[in-house]
């Protein structure tokens, strides 16, 4: 009995973590007291407790530590991400001549939303990579002006369109940590993505009298199907991580695929700012 308990003590000790060796000791001379055998071990069991305790706290402070206590969450960071995008879109439509009217067309930004998960992985003290999976609004809102060319009376019609362009995103990105607290980052990487609806609503004013609003489903009415379905681009951006677990990021998608394929050079540009919550923090 005592060269079992002797053998179980030594496991123990030398080969799990430091601080489950605190409460396995206070068990194991709780075995050895209770054999009226062994009672004469008693003091080197005390010993052995008293070393326990103080090798354990005196290397605490080195080290942090989960709740199952080891370190091995240090090196992940996982949570979610919201916020607004501002989105535009290069030569998403051509101004064509139409018989005995003019056509002006301008484009603005669209505000919109995304949203989604992340996971991160530290690859070494300045190199993070990180994983997101996102449902992203892109898009651009378009205003054609079209006005008569003859002096019969022709109605003035100008349309305001608002083309929206939902995606399921996954983003891939390597992080670097220019200083020392690994808190500032500078983000790169790449974007693919899946159309997973788009709509145009258009608000029609004719002489500046409205009509019914419209709304057009781009992906139904794309019968020829020249609507790409897919998208992919460059990443670019920075963030910031606060100790409490806040993460800002400011990002921008520049898109590199034709988004119809009768508007060559139709591509998306995206910027995107989010908070995001590092629930890893929870677990240390």
């Known amino acids: 009995k005592v060269n079992l308990l002797s053998l179980i003590a030594i496991y123990f000790y030398f080969f799990s973590y430091r601080r489950e060796r605190l409460p396995l000791s206070f068990f194991i001379i709780y075995l ?103 449902y992203t609004r892109k898009g651009v809102e378009i205003t054609q002006t079209i006005k008569p060319l003859v002096d019969y009376p022709l109605p003035k019609v100008r349309i305001a369109n608002m083309v929206n362009l939902d995606y399921l995103q996954a983003t891939t990105l390597i992080n670097i940590f220019p200083g020392k607290d690994r808190q500032f980052f500078i983000s790169l990487g790449g974007y693919v993505g899946y159309l997973n609806s788009a709509k145009a609503h258009l608000d029609i004013y004719k002489d500046e009298t409205k009509e019914e609003p419209k709304t057009i489903n781009l992906k139904e009415e794309d019968t020829e199907n020249k609507l790409v379905k897919y998208d992919g681009g460059l990443v670019l951006g920075w963030g910031y991580e606060f100790e409490i677990g806040l993460i800002f990021n400011a990002l921008a998608d520049i898109g590199l695929k034709d988004l119809h394929k009768d508007h060559k050079g139709s591509t998306n540009i995206a910027n995107h700012i989010s908070i995001g919550y590092n629930f890893a923090k929870l677990l240390k």
């Open 32 to 134: 050895i007291q209770k054999n009226q055998a062994i009672m004469r071990y008693k003091m080197l069991a005390s010993l052995a407790l008293a070393f326990t305790f103080i090798t354990t706290h005196a290397a605490a402070p080195k080290y942090r530590y989960n709740r199952r206590g080891n370190n091995k969450l240090d090196a992940i960071k996982f949570g979610v991400k919201i916020g607004p995008s501002f989105a535009n879109n290069k030569k998403l439509m051509k101004s064509d001549p139409v018989m005995d009217y003019s056509i002006e067309i301008s484009q603005q930004p669209h505000t919109a939303f995304h949203a989604g998960v992340f996971g991160t992985y530290k690859l070494t003290d300045k190199l993070d990579f990180q994983l997101a999976l996102l």
